[in-house]
């Protein structure tokens, strides 16, 4: 056989196996995508419930007896939040089902209003004074349990002993909607309010704002020390240097140590050392930043080096010193990579809860933080607090939670995307 | 020939000097042709030892083209038409080099002469000689400041009746010497002087023939010999 | 002549053959300039030559004669390089450059330098010509600066193709045309010398020809050093002529005298295409 019938016999055998390759390929990107599809879809589904909220349209009356408020014509404002509030939504309950009578099932009526109510009523009150007086049918917020019955989390056919709600509730549940007394709403208060131990009155405002805090922390550390850090490597450290070679193969190898390592580091040095304050933003920001800067560096250093030796000469030729090289022309040129570095470091902070939980950001933390040192947590930690808590309704809050965090880091990338197509040049 | 401009404007100088420097030594050949024959049929004496003195311009500018075209070919490395215009400089430069010689021997000749032409029975002939070859002469340096190659073929048929003019000359000079022993010398001096008008033709005629070469390619040097 | 013939010429070479040296109208001087890569490796032995004021110097010879060192040593462009160690005086303008209170930065402004591959910055024409300039503070206003732009757009011989879109990106110009944005950038700063790296090495016989007939109009504003792989090159555009061999300054004559009567055996064995 000459040279042509060789090659073509074995040609046969060569297109095979690229087309069983190429199968291999499409079938692993296809089975990635449904599960992809299917985890979205699960958590998705579960975090429906988390978006509506259910309400209790109760006829209350704002008398002055039942605020215990002198009558006057005007009020201060300390009055107005020292008034008694507590009883307003259980008198009107009790009105609705009069033959109520045993402590104990009043008790039980009274738990289908969410204890939170009370601080509604006050706000709502403080707002408007002019409700002093009158009877209003207000929408009051409904009790976790109430809320996840009506949403039919609670299975109505396993036996009494096994449900949170009991039977006699249940009646009481169906009378109201019959009555058509049962309210849904959107739950806006889900990414108003902060954490709270009642599923109804939970809230991911104040876990946003901590982990908002944090990412800017670690931005602000972590980029300029990073890309600082690898221009010096890149441009003006001595070659061929014992320490320089140290230095680096440290940083490589801090890319790889486990993130609870970060966390010890910050419990012993910043909190235990310093001083600082426990579960603040700043703590975590700096924590976090110790795990972001061999990302950064490294993908810098590779940016740099992908910039053509050429454009560093003519910048030279034309009388420009190493800085003004390195600062016009060669950081310019390599930010598409360093951007992409930087948010890779960054999605990968923002989703670390191992180092955070070191530092204390554990903790119930029921308060908006207002700044940088004041105690807060972050989204990652709130899912799993929350994915510890037994009420039903906490399931889809933390799935819901979820979304937002995926929603989020998907913002963070579309961010990223935009700023690299604006550095982006050919050359 | 390509007469569009290089891109470098210095080799256009220069290749416009070469020829301006050929037309100024082609003039000069004339100058010293036309001098050199009038002095003949005159016996201007005179006149002859002028051009004969005069000859080493001629020299020296055929030292200086030269040399322009070694320089030339060294450092433009020119291609087609302007390599066949650069080889065509070098060789015409040396036909006309020999036509000033021409000249100077017939000036020489002149100022040896004994008797006037004018006395011989051939002054007519050699009058006549000498007309087709100041004719050649100016159409050769035309043709070649014009470049142009069907004038080139006119000039050759001329040479021809020059040829015939000359070997005419030639039987009328034996027949007389055999009746006149007397004035050898002189009748020697002017058949030399004849022959050289005849080489002045030849020369004129290899002019045209490098002028073909520059503007065709072909080189029609001796085509004419193999056919014969 | 084999390489064992070539060694031993070149071992007699006492002093470089030819003219190296200049009696006037030097603008920069190279004295017994020694150049190493490292402790050991030496790339450039004894070489003294002159840049005449105006006057385009061509740097030929074999690769790795060490032509294109010497040409980065007269703008100190071999400081960016580890362990490159220079010997000898350069002077500009009777200057030495690698004196210690001379800023590389300075000299550089002063003797600019055009390399083999074009390389323009990734910004609009404009910036591309305008960044020394704005770099070194030489224009007082933007008018000013849109004057000295168009100036050095023009000499180099690209205002008219790139007027109407000075804020396209010098990238998209053809190789020719980025090739003399280089030289209109490098010209923008004003610089006395201007030191050329194998210039058209990369480019098409036309736009090489474009080139070389600008160096030829640019020579009577600057002093010009050329780097060059081509001979025909060297011949065409250069009025004195360097022949590098193995780090040693063979010969420097009137180019008309290298390419039609050289001094030594090797030069004419490196231009004759004769080689061991």
Redesign the interface.
């Known amino acids: 056989m000459n040279n042509q019938d060789i090659v073509k016999a074995s040609l046969k055998k060569r297109y095979a196996k690229e087309k069983r390759f190429k199968l291999y390929g499409i079938l692993s990107i296809t089975i990635s995508f449904l599960f992809l599809a299917f985890l979205l879809a699960d958590i998705t589904g579960k975090s429906l419930p988390a978006f509506t909220q259910t309400y209790v349209k109760l006829e209350i009356d704002f008398s002055h007896k039942n605020l215990k408020l002198k009558e006057k014509t005007s009020y201060s404002e300390e009055e107005l939040f020292k008034a008694s509030y507590r009883t307003l939504a259980s008198k009107a309950l009790y009105q609705l089902f009069p033959d109520i009578k045993s402590r104990k099932d009043r008790k039980t009526l009274r738990g289908m209003v969410s204890v939170g109510a009370q601080y509604e009523l006050r706000d709502m009150v403080i707002d408007n004074p002019n409700l002093i007086g009158t009877k209003k049918e207000i929408l009051v917020l409904a009790d976790d349990d109430l809320d996840s019955f009506h949403k039919g989390l609670i299975d109505r056919s396993i036996p009494e002993e096994l449900r949170r709600v009991k039977d006699k509730q249940v009646i009481w549940i169906d009378k109201l909607e019959a009555d058509g007394r049962i309210v849904t709403r959107f739950n806006l208060r889900f990414l108003t309010s902060g954490d709270s131990r009642e599923p109804e009155l939970a809230g991911i405002w104040g876990a946003l704002k901590g982990s908002f805090y944090t990412m800017m922390i670690t931005l602000l550390l972590s980029f300029p020390i990073a890309v600082a850090a690898a221009v010096y490597l890149e441009e003006f450290a001595?070659?061929n240097n014992k320490f320089i070679d140290l230095i680096e193969v440290n940083i490589n190898n801090l890319a790889a140590v486990p993130s609870i390592v970060f966390g010890i580091l910050g419990l012993a040095i910043y909190i235990n050392l310093f001083g600082m304050p426990r579960s603040a933003p700043l703590v975590a920001g700096m924590v976090l930043s110790l795990m972001t800067l061999p990302t950064i560096i490294i993908a810098t250093r590779a940016s740099i080096k992908s910039v053509?030796q050429?454009?560093r000469?003519?910048?030279?030729?034309?009388?420009?010193?190493k800085m003004?090289v390195i600062f016009?022309?060669v950081l310019p040129?390599a930010m598409p990579g360093i951007l992409t570095g930087s948010i890779i470091g960054m999605a990968q902070a923002l989703g670390e809860s191992a180092p955070l939980l070191m530092i204390g950001m554990v903790a119930f933390v029921a308060d908006i933080p207002q700044g940088f040192m004041d105690p807060a947590t972050a989204l990652p930690v709130q899912i799993f607090i929350w994915s510890d808590s037994p009420e039903r309704a906490f399931i889809a809050l933390t799935s819901a939670a979820i979304i937002v965090l995926l929603i989020f880091l998907f913002l963070m990338n579309f961010l990223a995307i935009i700023l690299r197509k604006k550095f982006e040049?050919?050359? | 020939m390509n007469t569009q401009d290089h891109i470098s404007q210095a080799y256009n100088d220069e290749l416009e000097e070469v020829r301006s420097k050929v037309l100024t030594m082609g003039g000069l050949v004339e100058d010293h042709f036309q001098g050199a024959t009038k002095a003949l049929l005159k016996g201007d004496t005179e006149l002859a030892s002028d051009i004969a003195k005069y000859d080493y311009k001629v020299n020296a500018l055929e030292v200086e083209i030269d040399d322009d075209c070694t320089s030339l070919i060294a450092r433009r490395q020119p291609t087609a038409g302007d390599l066949r215009n650069v080889f065509a400089v070098i060789k015409i430069v040396t036909d006309l080099e020999r036509i000033g010689d021409e000249s100077e021997k017939i000036a020489s000749f002149v100022t040896e002469l004994s008797v006037d032409t004018k006395s011989m029975t051939i002054y007519n002939s050699l009058k006549s000689m000498i007309k087709t070859a100041r004719e050649i002469l100016s159409a050769a340096l035309d043709c070649y400041a014009r470049l142009d190659a069907k004038q080139a073929l006119e000039v050759a048929k001329l040479d021809e009746d020059l040829d015939s003019n000359f070997n005419d000359l030639k039987r009328t000079l034996i027949t007389y010497l055999i009746e006149d022993v007397k004035n050898i010398e002189d009748f020697i001096r002017v058949m030399w002087c004849a022959r050289s008008i005849e080489r002045v033709g030849d020369h004129a005629k290899n002019i045209c023939q490098y002028v073909v070469y520059v503007a065709h390619g072909n080189d029609i040097r001796h085509i004419t010999d193999q056919k014969d | 002549m084999s390489n064992q013939d070539e060694l031993e010429l070149l071992q007699e070479l006492g002093e470089t053959v030819g003219t190296p040296k200049l009696k006037e109208k030097v603008r920069m001087s190279c004295n017994h300039v020694d150049v190493f890569y490292n402790e050991t490796a030496q790339a450039i032995f004894d070489v003294s030559v002159d840049l005449g004021k105006n006057q385009i110097l061509a740097m030929i010879g074999p690769s790795g004669c060490g032509k294109s060192t010497l040409l980065r040593c007269l703008?100190r462009?071999n400081d960016?390089i580890?362990g490159c160690i220079v010997n000898g005086e350069i002077t500009l303008d009777d200057e030495d450059i690698y004196n210690k209170t001379i800023d590389p930065?300075?000299l550089?402004?002063n003797v600019?330098?055009?390399?083999q591959?074009p390389?323009?910055?990734?910004k609009s024409i404009y910036d591309n010509v305008a960044?020394?300039p704005r770099?070194?503070g030489l224009t007082k206003n933007a008018s000013e600066l849109d004057d000295l732009v168009e100036e050095s757009l023009t000499k180099a011989g690209l205002w008219k193709e790139t007027k109407d879109r000075l804020n396209k990106?010098g990238?998209g110009l053809s190789g020719g045309q980025q090739q003399r944005l280089?030289i209109a950038?490098?010209i923008a700063?004003k610089p006395e010398v201007i030191l050329m790296d194998e210039p058209t090495s990369a480019l098409d016989p036309i736009a090489t020809a474009t080139i070389e007939e600008l160096m030829y109009d640019l020579k009577s504003f600057y002093t010009i050093a050329v780097v060059t792989h081509s001979m025909q090159q060297a011949a065409r555009i250069s009025d004195r002529t360097a022949y590098f061999h193995l780090g040693r300054l063979v010969e420097v004559n009137n180019t008309d005298d290298v390419f039609t009567n050289p001094e030594h055996k090797l030069t004419e064995n490196y231009i004759t295409g004769r080689f061991g």
């Open positions: 001595p070659k053509p050429s454009i000469e003519a910048a030279l030729g034309v009388g420009a010193s003004q016009h022309h040129l040049t050919r050359w | 703008n462009m960016t580890d930065v300075l550089r402004a600019g330098m055009v390399f591959k390389n323009p910055f990734p960044y020394g770099l070194h990106p990238t280089c950038r490098t700063v």
